[in-house]
Every structure is written in structure tokens, then in C-alpha cells.
């Protein structure tokens, strides 16, 4: 009997203590934080344990390289100084600021030479791994971008193939949630074209032995303590199938929306105190990553403006909803 209790006592103490989820935020400019400053600042100050990186893969039709150039060692220096300041998970974000073309199969080919040399590139500067960003922020799943499922799915198996061979030890990380988002876009008249394509694009994306592939969801974005816990169980089930048999490395990133109400207004989009309920919920849902979705530069005081004037207590926040990294 006092075995079992001595067992029980080990097994609560080793979940008490567990590792907490990493921090991420997003996202850095690449051309304009690369440098010691921001490094300590997100690491130091804010206390991110990793950040998304924008336009070192401005476009889709962006070739950053097949060799070691000025561009791999850039991000090389970005990787090991933001690393000094503890902010080591880094994810190159590749985000559709251009229509794609999904019937031009020299155009397809093109993407998925660029992703595979991306991702070359990100094995080079130790990045952790590549961060999907597929809102359609241009025509991509549909609209102008034209193709149809299988076009688009063998796509992604070729795109997620190149960017395996290249990095088969990096995590891929997927935003936001494709099939959620197609389910409450289906039936609206969207300029872009909408969401359709994107989740055959995923299923082909998927059909690699990837070692991590993190959704990170939006849905939280504002989301109660007890609506975090449902978009979470959810974004499970949506993706549960997707995989090759027998495989499923997969985990769900929560993301949260605490500042910045447009790229030119700071203002707070949660109070101190939902930033923090939400903050410690997210931290329980998940043992990969949570992640902070920062509106223009609301987390900097720069040129657009300084923070919102209880700004410390956000950064509280931070410091405390999970400490055992």
C-alpha cells in the first residue's frame, strides 16, 4: 500500500512539474529586427521563447537559394542572436500577399522548389521549422488561382515532400485552422475566392513523417477559458483523420489576441485580467506552443506610437502564467 501511494505521489509531482508549453510570438520584420536590441527586448523584456519571421519568403514565386549565400547567413546571424537572449524556436512565416496559379504546372513547380530551398535554408540557420500562414489574403484557394482538388493536393504532397527531403527533423507549423475556416466561408461571396482548396492542399501537406506539425488556431484568439477548451477539441477532431496511417504528430498551438486593435491603434483588445485567465488556460490545453498574436507593433513603443500605458502588467502577465520552461 505505501508503494502505491510513493508511485501516486511521483506520478502527481512529475505532471506538477512538467515543462510548460514554449511562447511564441507573431511576428518579427526580418530586414528590420535582425539585430542584439530586439533580440533582448523579446527575449529579456517580453520573455518569448520563439518568434514567427516575415519576408525572408516575401511570395510563394520568392527563391531564396539552393546554397549557403548573404540571405542563409543573415538568417543564420538572426537564429543565434535572438537564441543568446533565450528566444530559440524561431519559424520562417510564409504568408499569400500574391494570387497563386494552380494551372501552370511550371508555376507549381516553382513553389515547390522554393519551399524545398526554404526550408535548406531553415535547416542551415537552425530555425526550428516553417510557419504556413494560408489566410488567403490574395486568391489562392479558389478565384483567379483557378486548379481543383487533386491539382491542389498533389501539390501540397510535392510542396510538403521538399520541404521533408530538405529538413526531415523540422516542425511545420499550420495557420489557422483551414477546415473551420472553410466551414464558415463556404456559403459567402468572397473576392479571394475563399478557403475551398485549402484543406486538399493540407491533406497533401501531411502525407510526409513529419516529426511535429503544430495548428495554430485564431479561434482563441479571444476566446473564454471554457471556449479555449472547445476550439482546442475541436481542431483535434478536424485533423484526426488527415494523416498517413498509424501517424499523428500533432498538437494544437491556442493563439491570443491581447493588444493592438489595427496596425496604427495599441489600444488593449483584452483587459489585463482576460489576458491572464485566457493566458492560463492556453498554457493547460497544449504542451507544444501558445502563441501571441501581436496586431501591428503593439507590443513596441516606435514610430507608430508607445504601448498602452499599463503595458507592465501585460508583460506580468507573461512572466507568470507558466514558469518551468
Given at each position: 500500500?505505501?508503494?502505491?501511494?510513493?508511485?501516486?505521489?511521483?506520478?502527481?509531482?512529475?505532471?506538477?512539474?512538467?515543462?510548460?508549453?514554449?511562447?511564441?510570438?507573431?511576428?518579427?520584420?526580418?530586414?528590420?529586427?535582425?539585430?542584439?536590441?530586439?533580440?533582448?527586448?523579446?527575449?529579456?523584456?517580453?520573455?518569448?521563447?520563439?518568434?514567427?519571421?516575415?519576408?525572408?519568403?516575401?511570395?510563394?514565386?520568392?527563391?531564396?537559394?539552393?546554397?549557403?549565400?548573404?540571405?542563409?547567413?543573415?538568417?543564420k546571424q538572426?537564429?543565434?542572436?535572438?537564441?543568446?537572449?533565450?528566444?530559440?524556436?524561431?519559424?520562417?512565416?510564409?504568408?499569400?500577399?500574391?494570387?497563386?496559379?494552380?494551372?501552370?504546372?511550371?508555376?507549381?513547380?516553382?513553389?515547390?522548389?522554393?519551399?524545398?530551398?526554404?526550408a535548406?535554408?531553415?535547416?542551415?540557420?537552425?530555425?526550428?521549422?516553417?510557419?504556413?500562414?494560408?489566410?488567403?489574403?490574395?486568391?489562392?484557394?479558389?478565384?483567379?488561382?483557378?486548379?481543383?482538388?487533386?491539382?491542389?493536393?498533389?501539390?501540397?504532397?510535392?510542396?510538403?515532400?521538399?520541404?521533408?527531403?530538405?529538413y526531415?527533423?523540422?516542425?511545420?507549423?499550420?495557420?489557422?485552422?483551414?477546415?473551420?475556416?472553410?466551414?464558415?466561408?463556404?456559403?459567402?461571396?468572397?473576392?479571394?475566392?475563399?478557403?475551398?482548396?485549402?484543406?486538399?492542399?493540407?491533406?497533401?501537406?501531411?502525407?510526409?513523417?513529419?516529426?511535429?506539425?503544430?495548428?495554430?488556431?485564431?479561434?482563441?484568439y479571444?476566446?473564454?477559458?471554457?471556449?479555449?477548451?472547445?476550439?482546442?477539441?475541436?481542431?483535434?477532431?478536424?485533423?484526426?483523420?488527415?494523416?498517413?496511417?498509424?501517424?499523428?504528430?500533432?498538437?494544437?498551438?491556442?493563439?491570443?489576441?491581447?493588444?493592438?486593435?489595427?496596425?496604427?491603434?495599441?489600444?488593449?483588445?483584452?483587459?489585463?485580467?482576460?489576458?491572464?485567465?485566457?493566458?492560463?488556460?492556453?498554457?493547460?490545453?497544449?504542451?507544444?506552443?501558445v502563441?501571441?498574436?501581436?496586431?501591428?507593433?503593439?507590443?513596441?513603443?516606435?514610430?507608430y506610437?508607445?504601448?498602452?500605458?499599463?503595458?507592465?502588467?501585460?508583460?506580468?502577465?507573461?512572466?507568470?502564467?507558466?514558469?518551468?520552461?
Open positions: 500500500m505505501a508503494r502505491i501511494i510513493v508511485m501516486l505521489l511521483c506520478l502527481a509531482f512529475s505532471d506538477w512539474v512538467r515543462a510548460c508549453p514554449k511562447l511564441l510570438y507573431a511576428a518579427l520584420n526580418y530586414n528590420t529586427d535582425n539585430n542584439s536590441v530586439d533580440a533582448k527586448y523579446w527575449g529579456k523584456t517580453v520573455g518569448v521563447q520563439g518568434v514567427f519571421i516575415n519576408y525572408l519568403m516575401t511570395y510563394w514565386t520568392t527563391n531564396v537559394g539552393a546554397a549557403p549565400n548573404s540571405l542563409w547567413n543573415g538568417a538572426f537564429q543565434q542572436t535572438y537564441a543568446k537572449y533565450g528566444v530559440t524556436d524561431n519559424f520562417i512565416k510564409v504568408s499569400i500577399y500574391s494570387n497563386l496559379d494552380w494551372n501552370d504546372p511550371s508555376v507549381v513547380a516553382q513553389y515547390v522548389t522554393n519551399f524545398g530551398n526554404l535548406k535554408l531553415a535547416k542551415y540557420a537552425g530555425f526550428k521549422g516553417i510557419a504556413l500562414d494560408l489566410e488567403p489574403y490574395r486568391s489562392a484557394w479558389g478565384g483567379v488561382a483557378g486548379g481543383n482538388e487533386q491539382i491542389v493536393q498533389a501539390a501540397g504532397q510535392s510542396i510538403g515532400q521538399a520541404m521533408f527531403q530538405a526531415p527533423g523540422m516542425t511545420l507549423i499550420i495557420l489557422p485552422d483551414v477546415v473551420y475556416q472553410t466551414d464558415v466561408t463556404k456559403d459567402l461571396t468572397l473576392s479571394t475566392g475563399g478557403y475551398a482548396l485549402s484543406v486538399p492542399f493540407v491533406t497533401g501537406l501531411f502525407q510526409q513523417s513529419w516529426k511535429q506539425v503544430i495548428m495554430a488556431t485564431e479561434g482563441t479571444r476566446a473564454s477559458p471554457a471556449s479555449i477548451l472547445h476550439w482546442v477539441d475541436v481542431t483535434y477532431a478536424n485533423y484526426a483523420g488527415m494523416f498517413p496511417a498509424g501517424q499523428f504528430p500533432f498538437s494544437v498551438a491556442p493563439g491570443i489576441w491581447p493588444l493592438g486593435v489595427s496596425p496604427t491603434d495599441k489600444s488593449a483588445v483584452m483587459t489585463v485580467d482576460q489576458f491572464q485567465q485566457s493566458l492560463d488556460t492556453d498554457y493547460t490545453v497544449t504542451d507544444t506552443y502563441w501571441i498574436f501581436g496586431m501591428g507593433t503593439a507590443w513596441q513603443s516606435d514610430q506610437g508607445p504601448v498602452v500605458s499599463n503595458f507592465p502588467q501585460y508583460l506580468n502577465v507573461v512572466r507568470h502564467a507558466c514558469t518551468t520552461h
